[in-house]
């Protein structure tokens, strides 16, 4: 098994590959579908480069009267915090490359949190970008729904954990859904 700095490198690669082929976002599951409720508070996010884009998932959310939030972040140490967000808002720069909402919006917990990772398994173990920024969001709001967005080609064997690592409940890629999102 890679280490994790050698298979975020491999994976990147390979999302930078198959992105290039594919484009497209990536649309909502039944099951996340039957999250969507008036009052619920969705988590999006704007992909960076060839990230799989959860925008579908995220207007059907609104449409189904879900708030959504977008992250916000000021440092690769700092704490993610949640703002909402509206379509017709523009969004600043902010570190990292992310496009995010200002700090004038209401900040927001999230009940369903959509991350970007670089890899999943079977088990539903997460790879992120390294920062530990989704981990200590996971940690923070033990009871939010935790969802990856991510494209097929990102799914290895087996990841290794660390203590800290929380699974996710589901993931949705281009070709199918997993875990409590495929339910």
Known sequence: MDDKPTLRARMRALRDEFAMTIGGVIVPSPALLAR???????????????????SAIAFAARERGCTIVLPHVTSRESPVRFFEWHPDQPLIDGPLGLRQPS?????????????????????????????????????????????????????????????????????????????????
């Open 36 to 54: 969507f409720a008036p009052g619920a508070t969705l988590s999006s996010y704007v992909p960076i480069g060839s990230e799989a884009d959860p």
């Open 103 to 183: 700090t004038d919006a209401p900040e927001v917990d999230p009940d369903i949190v959509l991350a970007p990772l670089l890899a999943f398994d079977a088990a539903l173990n997460r790879l992120g970008q390294g920062a530990g920024h989704y981990d200590r969001v996971f940690e923070r709001l033990p009871g939010a729904w935790r969802i990856g967005i991510a494209w097929s080609v990102q799914q290895v064997a087996a990841l290794a954990t660390d203590p800290w690592d929380m699974p996710l409940h589901g993931v949705v890629t281009e070709a199918a859904a997993f875990g409590e999102a495929a339910a």
